[in-house]
């Protein structure tokens, strides 16, 4: 049974900083697409960043440079490093495995999801 499961999401004001953590189990296969995405409520997921098989990371396009994503294949482990938050990143985060870059509907694999809210 595949499992992902996120941690490290919570409240901070403008600027300041979170660290998302997702640990995935189960996955019996190498090889695969690590990503992180987020939701606002009544808007579509979007695409946050994603480590592909060969370990380059690939970030959305609205982040303006501020996410660092650091994947660990040994513990199977995706990690999200946010920067200078802002309240428009104020959103669900879901960790997803075995898909392709940051398109949303080809991953197989989601986790329950981590809450973030950035105060102005």
């Known amino acids: 049974q595949v499992t992902l499961v996120e941690s490290g999401g919570g409240s901070v004001q403008a600027g300041g900083s979170l660290r998302l953590s997702c640990a995935a189990s189960g996955i019996g296969r190498r090889g695969y697409h690590m990503a992180w995405f987020r939701q606002v409520s009544g808007k579509e997921r979007e695409g946050v960043a994603v480590v592909d098989p060969d370990g380059t990371s690939t970030y959305g396009d609205s982040l303006g440079g501020r996410f660092t994503v650091t994947r660990d294949n040994v513990k199977n482990t995706l990690d999200l490093q946010m920067y200078s938050l802002e309240p428009e990143d104020s959103a669900m985060y879901y960790c997803?495995?075995?898909?392709?870059?940051?398109?949303?509907?080809?991953?197989?694999?989601w986790g329950q999801g981590t809450q973030v809210t950035v105060s102005s």
């Open positions: 997803a495995a075995l898909g392709v870059g940051l398109i949303r509907n080809s991953y197989m694999y």
